[in-house]
């Protein structure tokens, strides 16, 4: 399975994440968002609807 | 062929000055390098693995795996790394003045290997005793003059591996964001192999008498010998050249013994960890200070005096490295001033407003989120910190400040930078 990331050079702290998928991502005192766990089949449109919402491109799914 | 140095490797001899035909004169020349490219590449893999050179800039890895992963790639350039970021470090300086020809002559057998583009010796905008250094030893190489000198912004991040790079591609000191590891790192298309100085230095000693020789010093998992900056509450502040393996105690005898007693030390640079007062007898090596959750780091020490107030100390090194943030990423730009805040206000005041679980907890939510390291280093400088001066800490918050917090840093600051 693909990991989700944050780049966090590119993360502005805009919080569309977390609003749209408080199951997968929570923010940080600071406004930036956490991934909390590793994904799962069940979350793959949850997971393409965030990567698309963030004005930023900052969500990745990365190949390890 | 001369032989082969003892007690002193890098450093030996360097009496006789830097210049290259006292190098020679000392180590000897540089095996050539002959063969078609799978044969050099072939035999300098064998040489560096049997060696287990450690990277010397920090990281401690295997300087096999580096090889290896550039070791296909076309016309690479190599990156002599001499930034000295570390404001307690003063190796890449040493090595510069006493012996250049050691650092270039393992750039060169890696550029000859690998058929590199070019070579570039990066030293800080500020370091021009170590800038004219190499350039004058580069100017004696008649055999090979590829070699450029760079001169990156002198901040703590610069010499950063993807940040030196970013900077040598398009004039920007700021890290990149490598979620894939291993991850190259390029310069105007070109693959750049990074290393220390001193870990080209010590790939040319190798090169010369052998992996095996090169491991009668050190550990078996920390071969060879390590340059290490001393500094504090030491007689006799400088850089050594330390046989890894023997206790912290010897190595601050090496430095002329104690000042003023001994409440710990900080190993490994601003990015690295404290160690406690019960710690003298550590194991000054990458695995014997693993084992206490410390790290070796690019061989820093710098000695705490017993009279010195800790507190105060994390809270000037945390407000420094808060300050050499690149500003990129949220959790390093806006966590590290959150940290030094509180630190501040703990070394300071009598407080309640900050607890050490609360701390804990904001490190947990800066830890690993930033595109480099640099915050990881803040939150593992602190941690120990917290761990082994907890009584310290204890009576900040149950009396108010020490009258100790009031004393001068032993900590080398930039100027321009220094925190209060």
Redesign the interface.
């Known amino acids: 399975m693909k990991r989700l990331?944050?780049?966090?050079?590119?993360?502005?702290?805009f919080g569309y994440c977390a609003e749209l998928a408080p199951e997968l991502i929570h923010l940080?005192?600071?406004?930036?968002p956490?991934v909390e766990r590793a994904i799962t089949k069940g979350d793959r449109d949850l997971v393409t609807m965030i990567i698309k919402a963030c004005p930023r491109r900052a969500l990745?799914l990365?190949?390890? | 062929m001369s032989q082969a140095p003892s007690e002193l490797r890098l450093l030996a001899g360097a009496n006789d000055g830097p210049g290259l035909a006292a190098h020679l004169n000392r180590f000897g020349p540089m095996p050539t390098v002959e063969g078609k490219r799978p044969e050099r590449v072939a035999r300098l893999h064998g040489l560096i693995e049997s060696s287990g050179l450690l990277g010397r800039g920090g990281s401690g890895v295997p300087a096999v795996w580096k090889f290896d992963f550039l070791a296909r790639t076309n016309k690479p350039v190599i990156v002599v790394n001499c930034m000295e970021g570390e404001p307690a470090s003063s190796k890449d300086a040493v090595l510069a003045t006493r012996a250049p020809h050691l650092v270039l002559d393992g750039a060169a057998i890696l550029a000859e290997t690998l058929h590199a583009a070019r070579v570039v010796v990066a030293v800080a905008d500020d370091a021009d005793p170590t800038a004219s250094a190499f350039a004058a030893a580069i100017d004696e190489r008649r055999d090979w003059r590829t070699a450029e000198i760079e001169r990156p912004p002198a901040r703590y991040i610069a010499g950063e591996e993807s940040a030196l790079v970013n900077w040598l591609h398009r004039g920007a000191s700021l890290p990149t964001f490598r979620p894939t590891k291993p991850s190259y790192v390029t310069i105007r298309g070109r693959e750049a192999l990074v290393h220390n100085a001193e870990t080209l230095a010590q790939l040319a000693l190798i090169a010369r008498f052998g992996a095996s020789w090169f491991r009668e010093a050190g550990t078996t998992a920390h071969p060879g010998t390590s340059l290490v900056t001393v500094r504090g509450g030491v007689h006799q502040p400088g850089v050594l050249e330390w046989n890894p393996g023997g206790s912290l105690e010897r190595l601050i005898d090496a430095a002329g013994g104690l000042t003023d007693g001994f409440g710990g030390a900080l190993i490994g640079g601003y990015g690295g960890s404290f160690v406690g007062p019960q710690h003298l007898q550590a194991t000054m090596s990458h695995e014997g200070l693993s084992a206490l959750g410390a790290t070796f780091g690019p061989g820093i020490v710098v000695v705490l005096p017993a009279s010195q107030c800790p507190v105060a100390e994390m809270a000037r090194l945390v407000r420094y490295m808060a300050g050499e943030s690149a500003g990129q990423c949220g959790p390093c730009a806006f966590g590290l001033p959150a940290l030094a805040r509180d630190l501040e206000l703990l070394a300071s005041a009598k407080t309640s407003h900050v607890r050490v679980d609360q701390l804990h907890a904001r490190m947990a939510e800066i830890d690993g989120r930033g595109a480099c390291r640099h915050p990881d280093g803040v939150v593992r400088l602190l941690r120990s910190g917290l761990a082994h001066f907890d009584q310290h800490v204890a009576s900040h918050q149950q009396r108010g400040a020490c009258a100790a917090a009031q004393q001068p840093t032993v900590f080398p600051f930039p100027a321009s930078r220094r925190p209060r």
């Open positions: 990331v944050v780049d966090p050079i590119r993360c502005d702290a940080d005192e600071w406004g930036y956490v990745l990365i190949e390890d």
